[in-house]
């Protein structure tokens, strides 16, 4: 596909942010795009284009949403007793620089369509709500190399991508298209083994079940966690 729509300098400076946490994280958790836990207001994504000169910022303020304590369950759940220290995880560990966590999103913004994508978007990243095509044209162009680079860097122990509807693109993005996988919980949870990647249900509390964190638990815990 050759794009005719192209994005302004402000969606290139913002396709640089990869996400919060510590950027040498041993173990990644990638979301589709920000939603509740990303940008709130027009304001808040300008003053993040200003802002974010790094590919990985510190998060601002406490943790706090179904994704953190998801992702909170599952690092507390690896320590014999840590079923019931996940608040405790959240509070003094999760997405903070020291942590071995990096939250990253593999879009930098909403899907089109959605509540959270303003009319003011054209003018400000050269992206309307009807332009989804050229949209991830140029996500895949400017911001999945990165994610990639950045992996292949850092070499996490292990890279948790969750969202069960849009998985094609976490497997386009990381390059997992022609990789083996194999099933835990079949069929909810994908494991590539070599490139030591896990495909989840979204991390809500009506889509990722107890059997699903277990599962997960035992694949990180096979991987040296």
Not at 43 to 70: C, F, I, N, Q, W
Not at 71 to 83: F, H, N, T, V, Y
Not at 108 to 121: C, F, I, M, S, V
């Amino acid at each position: 596909m050759r794009s005719s729509t192209q994005p302004s300098q402000s969606f290139k400076r913002l396709c640089k942010y990869l996400g919060w946490g510590n950027p040498k994280g041993k173990v990644w958790f990638v979301g589709l795009e920000p939603g509740g836990d990303g940008y709130t207001s027009l304001k808040d994504v300008v003053k993040m284009v200003r802002a974010k000169k790094s590919l990985v910022a510190p998060y601002e303020g406490v943790a706090g949403g179904h994704v953190a304590e998801k992702e909170a369950q599952i690092l507390s759940g690896l320590r014999s007793d840590g079923d019931n220290q996940w608040r405790a995880y959240i509070r003094d560990h999760l997405w903070t620089k020291e942590g071995v966590v990096l939250h990253a999103n593999i879009f930098p913004l909403d899907r089109p369509g959605t509540d959270r994508w303003p009319p003011q978007y054209k003018r400000l990243f050269g992206f309307g709500a009807e332009d989804w095509d050229e949209y991830v044209y140029w996500v895949e162009k400017l911001r999945w190399p990165l994610l990639r680079k950045l992996k292949e860097e850092v070499s996490p122990t292990a890279t948790i991508c969750f969202g069960s509807s849009f998985r094609a693109y976490f497997k386009t993005a990381f390059g997992l298209l022609e990789s083996v996988k194999s099933f835990v919980n079949e069929p909810r949870i994908v494991v590539y083994e070599k490139e030591r990647v896990i495909l989840t249900p979204f991390l809500g509390r009506r889509q990722f079940f107890e059997a699903d964190k277990v599962a997960v638990i035992d694949v990180l815990r096979r991987w040296g966690l």
